[in-house]
């Protein structure tokens, strides 16, 4: 579980400009094997929030803990998916996935029998000695997910994974990470600035407020798992969706956005 409490983080400026603060008091609760997105605005602070929760940024105040210990920097109960897939260029696919058990020091034999098995869960099954450059965007981003999986953590940190493709292969690309989490439950936060990504993903939606970053409110997204194909046509679907851009558009009314 990850418990975030009172957590607030501001940037120093430069050459005269102000300080920025970025969070200001954020709570949140991320229940075991729960999916929570958070949603918000460019630059309201979800990026940061994460890179919090993921230990590789330090509040300033306040304390962030995953089953009720302090995060103290990275650790091996969590794995993150980033936007730009961050994949070793030189390295070939198989080689990619295993990167983080080679890290651990599995031995090779067993690090690629892990790498090819998520390399056919997610359809890559024949391009194990490709390179990152022969891929497209969307295989890519199947390789950085697959690479987070290998090392089984307990905690999935995704920062707008499918912001860089194209509509279509990020529909394929969330299907794809629905079907995977079904068969491996994790805790999963994920940010995005998508109202439908977020629904349609999501167990519950974090809604941010523009910067300082704050929560809001926290949506519960009661729909069935696992999500039927027709779930885009489901009037609850719509009826969230609806209320989260209601909710954005009147904080933007109101700071005058």
């Keep these: 579980m990850i418990e975030i409490v009172e957590a607030s983080k501001t940037y120093a400026g430069g050459s005269g400009r102000p300080a920025i603060l970025a969070l200001d008091g954020v709570n949140l609760t991320v229940r075991a094997s729960e999916f929570v997105c958070l949603l918000g605005t460019s630059g309201c602070g979800k990026?940061?929030?994460l890179k919090i929760v993921a230990g590789l940024e330090?509040?300033?105040s306040g304390d962030?803990?995953?089953d009720g210990r302090t995060?103290?920097?990275?650790?091996?109960?969590?794995a993150m998916v980033f936007q730009h897939f961050a994949l070793l260029p030189w390295a070939d696919v198989l080689s990619n996935v295993a990167f983080g058990l080679e890290l651990r020091g599995m031995p090779r034999p067993e690090r690629e029998q892990i790498a090819r098995h998520l390399l056919r869960t997610i359809g890559l099954e024949g391009f194990e000695h490709h390179h990152p450059r022969q891929l497209s965007g969307g295989m890519q981003q199947r390789v950085g997910l697959a690479r987070a999986l290998a090392v089984d953590p307990e905690i999935l940190l995704m920062d707008e994974p499918f912001g860089s493709v194209d509509e279509?292969?990020?529909r394929l690309l969330q299907d794809d990470l629905l079907r995977l989490l079904e068969r491996a439950r994790k805790s999963v936060l994920f940010v995005t600035h998508s109202m439908d990504e977020a629904v349609r993903l999501g167990d519950r939606v974090a809604l941010m407020t523009p910067r300082p970053g704050r929560i809001l409110e926290t949506v519960d997204?009661?729909?069935p798992r696992p999500r039927p194909p027709d779930v885009d046509r489901n009037p609850r679907l719509i009826e969230l969706k609806e209320y989260l851009w209601a909710r954005l558009r009147a904080m933007h009314a109101a700071t005058g956005d």
């Design 47 to 49: 990026t940061t929030l």
């Design 58 to 60: 330090s509040p300033d």
């Design 64 to 66: 962030v803990r995953i």
């Design 71 to 78: 995060v103290a920097g990275p650790g091996p109960d969590r």
């Design 168 to 170: 279509q292969t990020r």
């Design 221 to 223: 997204v009661d729909l």
